[in-house]
């Protein structure tokens, strides 16, 4: 008889996956609104999180559910809300405050077409820079961007672990397409999958300061009924939490969100890269595009072309050096992306000017095709 | 005695639009372009009014719309009521088709605060209690025990009184309707475009979909629910003055709540239940509006 935990297999809709991920990674609580094309996450989470002790909310509105799952972290809990891009917008002063008061928080916007009301029942990858600067003021942020249904599944329990090691807002974006697609994916027995718990402040630490970082940068976190007297606060604070106008202090204060994630990069950076060794001809894709691309890699490679694929799953912090080391040999990378070009400016600062860097992109909500990409990587191999 | 309604059509909603078929909703419409005539811009948020009066391939409504986010109505009817205004052209009006959702819920704070300056808007919400354009989700307006995607065992709390709430403000009109009341509805519709300032009617819309309903019963309901005393049809002027517009309260709420695939994990003691709070707020009302029978 194998020891082997068991797994078990289910035909799942992408926005069912990021439900079922998050119970698995530990949230119990979720607050959401309704938006196409993520309700189905919301109405999974209603009929799942009372079985597990968990709590759902429907609230009044994006940025009431953005502050409730902010209220519900500060309480104790692994908290998240799912939405689409005229909520995600909605939802970013709230998010501002997530980063300033480093509340671990996981956000889904499964992406429709934009801007405004846009294309709802659509696919698109607009949102990419709304993720990463949507809220004002200088500060990291972890996205991810998964390409699979099984892949929402494990980037959600991982964006719970990130989001509680590191205390910051996680935002995970995915296409319309992949939030309704249904594929089989094999979830993993419970007691398998790793757990990560956000540090609480002891509650004995006469010495506690609130945001005073700990040995790995990050500050421990009070829990409210420990007796901790501290103040949580969207002000510039320094390391005893309260407002500050010092200019050394606001320093501080800002180097710290904006560069606490640089010395953990090894646990947060994910990315796939397919055919990599001797290519001469990258693509850089994400998430429904990176699927297509796949298939025109393989495509490419059949006609004797030697084309690569670099898949960031962590979008943001964006997984720079990985894709210096792949393009040094390649003489042309394409940027496939489903907005006017937004990862391509990324792509470009970092390629080098050896590389000659090429935008594919479409606004028309339709996916890109493989048959697109092929095109593309043949046109730059031929050059 | 069957009785005709005068209805004239002059062709400001046009056939081909996009609501689900047999749907209620776009009668109301109607009979609300119709009523107000041509020289006037409709406001309209994400909704299944925006579904019906917009793309499909042309608008339906033969008035310029401005689609709005969902937060912001009457906020963006307010800003188009007081251009008008500045350029001379106050006999333009200024009407909202909303739903249940961005009234009641999101689009609350621009709706209390555009009372609270009394801006000149004839708002139309049509309230299907819930969010049946993204699949059927509740919303505040979904009444007490109702199943949706969201409360799969029945939302636990009570349906919000928004006429009370808009009353407590003292909105100079404010006003109950149904698709199963159409000379009800021109009147009140009439009657409001006499009327300065702030004015809201909340018209009930059956959701054949979401309630669970048959494609051809969407009147019925509607005067069910109205026969049954769970939407009671009234009218509040100043905040003050309550005209209640069907006295008699004829019908057990089971013969409406039976009828919908929404209520039917309901047993008889919940029903129970449900019978005598609309009782209870149906006595509430009449002390308000002064008569009794």
């Given at each position: 008889m194998s020891t082997e935990p068991a797994t078990t297999t289910q035909n799942l809709e992408g926005n069912e996956a990021c439900a079922?991920?998050?119970?698995?990674?530990?949230?119990?609580?979720?607050?959401?609104?309704?938006?196409?094309?993520?309700?189905?996450?919301?109405?999974?989470?209603a009929s799942e999180l009372p079985g597990v002790g968990g709590v759902f909310i429907q609230m009044e509105d994006e940025i009431a559910s953005m502050a409730a799952?902010?209220?519900?972290?500060?309480?104790?809990l692994k908290v998240m809300t799912a939405t689409s891009g005229p909520g995600f917008s909605l939802k970013q002063e709230n998010l501002g405050l997530a980063v300033a008061t480093e509340i671990p928080c996981v956000i889904i916007d499964v992406m429709r077409g934009g801007p405004s009301?846009?294309?709802?029942?659509?696919?698109?990858?607009?949102?990419?820079?709304?993720?990463?600067?949507?809220?004002?003021?200088?500060?990291?942020?972890?996205?991810?961007?998964?390409?699979?249904?099984?892949?929402?599944?494990?980037?959600?329990?991982?964006?719970?672990?990130?989001?509680?090691?590191?205390?910051?807002?996680?935002v995970i974006l995915?296409?319309?397409?992949?939030?309704?697609?249904r594929e089989t994916v094999d979830l993993p027995a419970p007691e398998t999958i790793e757990i990560i718990d956000r540090q609480w402040a002891a509650p004995d630490d006469r010495n506690f300061l609130p945001y005073r970082p700990g040995t790995d940068g990050i500050p421990a976190m009070p829990r409210p009924g420990d007796g901790h007297r501290t103040h949580m606060t969207g002000l510039t604070h320094g390391e005893d939490g309260f407002p500050t106008q010092?200019?050394?202090?606001?320093?501080?204060?800002?180097?710290?969100?904006?560069?606490?994630?640089?010395?953990?990069?090894?646990?947060?950076?994910?990315?796939?890269?397919?055919?990599?060794?001797?290519?001469?001809?990258?693509?850089?894709?994400?998430?429904?595009?990176?699927?297509?691309?796949?298939?025109?890699?393989?495509?490419?490679?059949a006609k004797g072309i030697r084309a690569g694929l670099f898949r960031p799953i962590t979008l943001w912090p964006f997984p720079t050096l990985p894709l210096q080391a792949l393009l040094q040999p390649a003489g042309a990378v394409i940027v496939a992306e489903m907005n006017a070009g937004q990862l391509i400016a990324e792509v470009e600062r970092h390629a080098g000017d050896h590389c000659r860097v090429v935008g594919l992109n479409r606004i028309d909500g339709e996916a890109i095709t493989p048959s697109q990409i092929l095109q593309q990587i043949e046109e730059l191999a031929n050059d | 005695m069957a009785k005709?309604?005068?209805?004239?059509?002059?062709?400001?909603?046009?056939?081909?639009?996009?609501?689900?078929?047999?749907?209620?909703?776009?009668?109301?419409?109607?009979?609300?372009?119709?009523?107000?005539?041509?020289?006037?811009?409709?406001?309209?948020?994400?909704?299944?009014?925006?579904?019906?009066?917009?793309?499909?391939?042309?608008?339906?409504?033969?008035?310029?719309?401005?689609?709005?986010?969902?937060?912001?109505?009457?906020?963006?009817?307010?800003?188009?009521?007081?251009?008008l205004n500045a350029s001379d052209r106050r006999d333009t009006e200024v009407i909202v088709l909303a739903g249940d959702g961005g009234t009641y819920d999101i689009g609350f704070q621009a709706l209390s605060s555009a009372v609270e300056r009394n801006e000149d808007i004839l708002y139309f919400c049509f309230d299907n209690e819930g969010y049946m354009n993204t699949?059927?989700?509740?919303?505040?307006?979904?009444p007490w025990l109702a199943a949706t995607g969201s409360t799969p065992r029945g939302k636990p709390s009570k349906k919000k009184n928004l006429v009370e709430i808009l009353a407590a403000h003292g909105i100079p009109y404010v006003a109950t309707a149904t698709p199963g009341h159409l000379d009800d509805l021109g009147r009140k519709i009439d009657k409001a475009m006499t009327i300065d300032g702030m004015r809201m009617i909340i018209i009930l819309i059956p959701c054949l979909d979401g309630w669970g309903l048959a494609d051809d019963v969407g009147v019925t309901m509607a005067r069910l629910a109205v026969e049954c005393g769970i939407f009671p049809l009234y009218e509040v002027e100043q905040g003050r003055t309550y005209t209640l517009n069907r006295q008699s309260k004829t019908l057990p709420v089971g013969e409406y709540l039976k009828k919908q695939k929404r209520y039917r994990h309901l047993n008889e003691a919940q029903i129970g239940l449900i019978q005598a709070e609309v009782d209870e707020d149906w006595m509430r009302l009449l002390e308000k509006t002064g008569s009794r029978r």
């Open positions: 079922l991920g998050a119970i698995a990674g530990g949230c119990r609580f979720y607050a959401g609104y309704p938006i196409t094309p993520s309700s189905e996450i919301a109405e999974r989470m799952i902010l209220g519900a972290s500060m309480g104790g009301t846009g294309l709802p029942t659509r696919p698109a990858q607009g949102d990419y820079m709304q993720a990463r600067w949507g809220t004002h003021g200088d500060h990291a942020i972890i996205v991810l961007t998964p390409a699979s249904v099984a892949e929402i599944y494990a980037q959600t329990i991982r964006a719970f672990n990130l989001a509680e090691a590191f205390r910051t807002p996680v995915y296409e319309e397409t992949i939030g309704h697609l010092k200019p050394e202090a606001i320093a501080a204060a800002n180097r710290h969100l904006s560069h606490k994630l640089e010395p953990h990069l090894d646990r947060i950076e994910q990315f796939e890269i397919v055919a990599g060794e001797d290519a001469e001809v990258i693509v850089v894709a994400c998430g429904l595009v990176a699927r297509a691309a796949k298939r025109a890699v393989a495509k490419a490679r | 005709t309604i005068e209805f004239h059509d002059e062709g400001l909603f046009h056939s081909g639009h996009a609501a689900c078929p047999g749907c209620v909703e776009a009668l109301a419409i109607r009979v609300i372009a119709n009523r107000i005539g041509r020289n006037a811009v409709a406001v309209v948020p994400p909704s299944c009014s925006a579904v019906i009066v917009g793309p499909h391939p042309n608008s339906a409504l033969d008035i310029p719309v401005y689609h709005t986010s969902l937060e912001s109505s009457a906020a963006s009817a307010s800003g188009i009521r007081r251009a699949g059927g989700q509740k919303s505040s307006s979904t």
